[in-house]
């Protein structure tokens, strides 16, 4: 008989089989149903009492709202004239509320007192209980500064009205006053700028009383929880005040609860309860305040025995009458399985050796059967022959052995591929491997030559002849070049610029030729112009005498690469070799050629630098003199007028010589520009008949500068002719920022008054950035 003839006598088992799925498939459904319904109540009772407790934590807060909204009705009324009436206000409201514990409000002494002009420091009055008496507090805080991480100074800032967490605190001082209480914050605004905060103590043993009141269906218990997971209310009174990631910090963070009390949303889950010390379900109402995105919520927890009481009666007598069914059918089944299973079982065994990758000790199957069985016995030995091969081959290419020969057990084999594929993958690893170990030996070959072309800079940077000399010199033999060269540009006459070689190397030795070359003469000339590399092999026997700085004897080749920074070219190294420059090769000169022109740049710089330093002393000196002459020989009141003139002279003498390294702007005492160089309008943007004319407030980020303190306050030190120095943000052309460091000037008439401004500037936009 078929496997296909057993499976139809098989039929029939099936047919049970599907009807105790199907009414195990109900049961378990009634079942849930009976949880859900459970679960429902106590979510619906957990809102109820989440609701009770809203309303009356709302009621509390709107209260405090509404005392805020009184102190905020007499704005223009004088403080003086409404002080006792804003404290009959705190004593009132504390009166008639039995849960306020205190009443108090916070002034900005900047917003009651008219001639205080910090914007910190404040004054509180404040009105508490003590026993059956009210007695009142006053005192000033932060009179040296706002304490910035303080909830005082966030309400301050973003002017909103808030609730803080949950805390112990007393007036007294005494512990046995020592209250668990929650302040209502309301910011006092006055034309919309913070003037103070208002607020109540809200007392919250209420809360507490009513969550060990109630018992959820005679046997769970309910809790409170704050904003942040404090414990408003508990059964255990030694959690109140605590946060429960303190209390169970385990359960806390495994279902997240600060976080899902602080969406505001309904929550749920089960757990061992450590109270109840049983398995529970818990389920959290959230608890709105007004409409502070601080919510409190309400957790229920409830006996899981008590939820799945039903349940379980149900499921118990559903699955006895399923384990009576259950076994007429095993043995219904076994009947059928022992004549079918021992060729199968014979056949798993042999497939569990082949799982375990044991191809050796697999015994080739004999059966017999002319059914399926058998077909799957001959098709199994053929795999295990079919295995063995393949091992044997990936035993080959473990070895190394690649080219080893491998026939596929058909064109769907695809162990057999893979094994072939990755032998092609190994093929082409060991090539890539190799062409990588190339590229990291020219990669750390270059490193090393930056790091040491980089001490060599470092290293007589005042000193051009010798510097060159030395770069060339480890250039030359770094490379193994046999002859190098190196030209640095004379600009010291703008109408005569040219090359001059400074260093020249070749054969280990160091040679002493003076050569200038022209922009666009020769190679090293076309080089500078061009500002690329020029690279060229098979030199002619000839041409290095007529188009190569070096002289001497001919190369095979011959590489120029400028020396750029900024993109400008500050010179031209010549080399020359018997071999071919490789690739990385010129890319690592160009690199080194990068900061040698940074370093010849910087080396230029401090020259003109020292060079106009010398010159603006001498010149001093000078002036020195010719002042002290002028004083000699003029009366008092004249010689003051021309010492004034003499020293706006030398000023704008200063100015003149500073023009090369100080944006300058002058306006007259209007603040019309009437000047500026060359640097200012290349910082700005502007043309400088684009700024001729126009008001300076042209380059203010502020439009109502004319109403700032510091602009009234530049202007009266310009007329009391002082300096004014600082740094400052301007605005360029198209809207461009930049930031500014420098100094005005005062620039006066004969007659001693205001007759204009002048301004000098450093960019100090990369350094500030």
């Not at 098989?10 to 089989?17: A, D, E, M």
């Not at 070359?517 to 000339?525: M, N, Q, R, Y």
């Not at 010549?574 to 000169?589: G, M, Q, R, Y």
């Amino acid at each position: 008989m078929s496997i296909l003839g057993k499976m139809l006598f098989s039929i029939l088992i099936v047919s049970v089989l599907i009807y105790t799925i199907s009414f195990g498939y109900i049961i378990i459904n009634l079942r849930q149903k009976t949880f859900d319904d459970a679960t429902q109540l106590v979510n619906t009772q957990a809102r109820e009492y989440a609701n009770l407790v809203t309303k009356d934590l709302n009621y509390d807060f709107d209260l405090t709202r509404g005392m805020g909204w009184a102190f905020q009705g007499f704005e223009n009324v004088e403080f003086e004239l409404l002080d006792d009436f804003y404290n009959e206000i705190l004593i009132t409201y504390l009166e008639k509320n039995p849960n306020f514990f205190s009443t108090w409000v916070s002034w900005e002494l900047n917003a009651i007192l008219p001639d205080y002009d910090l914007p910190y420091g404040r004054v509180r009055h404040a009105f508490f209980r003590d026993n059956d008496r009210i007695d009142y507090m006053l005192d000033t805080l932060e009179l040296d500064g706002d304490d910035e991480t303080s909830l005082y100074y966030q309400i301050k800032q973003n002017k909103e009205e808030t609730i803080t967490e949950p805390y112990w605190f007393t007036y007294t001082g005494r512990e046995d006053d020592m209250v668990l209480e929650v302040s209502p914050c309301i910011p006092l605004l006055i034309n919309n700028h913070f003037a103070g905060l208002v607020g109540t103590d809200i007392i919250l043993d209420r809360f507490q009383e009513f969550i060990t009141s109630i018992k959820p269906f005679g046997v769970g218990y309910m809790f409170l929880l704050s904003n942040d997971g404090i414990f408003v209310g508990h059964p255990n009174e030694d959690f109140l005040g605590e946060n429960i990631i303190d209390i169970a910090t385990d359960y806390a963070v495994e279902y997240d609860i600060k976080k899902q009390v602080q969406k505001g949303e309904f929550f749920n889950h089960t757990r061992k309860d450590t109270i109840l010390e049983d398995e529970t379900y818990v389920a959290f109402a959230p608890v709105p305040i007004g409409n502070l995105d601080r919510p409190w919520s309400l957790g229920v927890v409830v006996p899981m025995e008590y939820i799945m009481e039903e349940s379980d009666r149900i499921l118990f007598n559903s699955v006895l009458a399923g384990i009576l069914g259950l076994l007429i059918l095993l043995y219904v089944i076994y009947l059928i399985a022992r004549n079918i299973t021992k060729p199968i079982k014979l056949t798993t065994n042999a497939l569990q050796t082949i799982s375990q990758g044991d191809l050796e000790n697999v015994k080739k199957l004999e059966i017999k059967n002319g059914d399926e069985c058998g077909q799957i016995a001959k098709a199994l030995n053929s795999l295990v022959d079919g295995l063995k091969r393949t091992a044997d081959f990936a035993n080959k290419i473990g070895e190394g052995k690649l080219d080893s020969e491998f026939e596929l057990l058909g064109k769907n084999d695809m162990l057999g591929n893979s094994l072939l594929n990755m032998r092609e993958s190994l093929i082409k690893a060991e090539k890539e491997e190799e062409k990588r170990k190339e590229e990291d030996k020219k990669r750390n070959w270059a490193s090393q030559g930056h790091s040491m072309f980089g001490d060599i800079l470092r290293q007589d940077n005042d000193n051009l002849n010798e510097l060159s000399f030395k770069v060339i010199k480890n250039l030359v033999k770094y490379l193994n070049a046999n002859q190098a060269g190196m030209f640095i540009v004379n600009d010291d006459n703008p109408d005569d610029i040219f090359l001059e070689l400074t260093a020249c190397y070749a054969f280990d030795r160091r040679k002493y030729l003076q050569k200038t070359i022209k922009p666009g003469e020769g190679l090293v000339g076309a080089t500078f112009l061009e500002q690329k590399t020029t690279y060229i092999e098979e030199v002619p026997q000839d041409y290095i005498r007529i188009t190569s700085g070096l002289g001497g004897e001919n190369p095979d080749c011959i590489l120029i690469v400028p020396l750029i920074v900024n993109e400008k070219v500050m010179g031209v190294i010549e080399l020359a070799s018997f071999k071919a420059f490789k690739k990385h090769e010129i890319e690592f000169v160009e690199k080194v050629a990068e900061s040698i022109a940074s370093t010849i740049s910087s080396a230029k710089i401090n020259a003109k630098t020292a060079n106009l330093l010398e010159q603006s002393q001498k010149q001093a000196e000078e002036m020195k003199a010719q002042e002290e002459e002028m004083r000699q020989n003029m009366e008092e009141m004249h010689a003051t007028q021309e010492e004034m003139g003499r020293k706006e002279k030398e000023l704008r003498q200063q100015i003149e010589l500073s023009n090369s390294f100080l944006a300058i702007m002058e306006y007259d005492k209007n603040g019309t520009i009437t000047k500026i160089n060359e640097l200012f309008s290349k910082i700005s943007g502007y043309a400088e008949s684009e700024l001729t004319g126009k008001h300076h407030s042209i380059l203010f980020d502020n439009p109502d500068f004319d109403k700032s303190e510091n602009y009234q306050k530049f202007w009266e030190l310009m007329r009391q002719g002082k300096s004014s120095k600082g740094v400052f943000k301007r605005i360029g052309k198209g809207g461009k920022e930049f930031i500014g460091k420098g100094v005005s000037f005062p620039i006066r008439d004969e007659d001693g008054n205001l007759a204009g401004i002048i301004e000098l500037t450093v960019d100090v936009t990369d350094e500030m950035s």
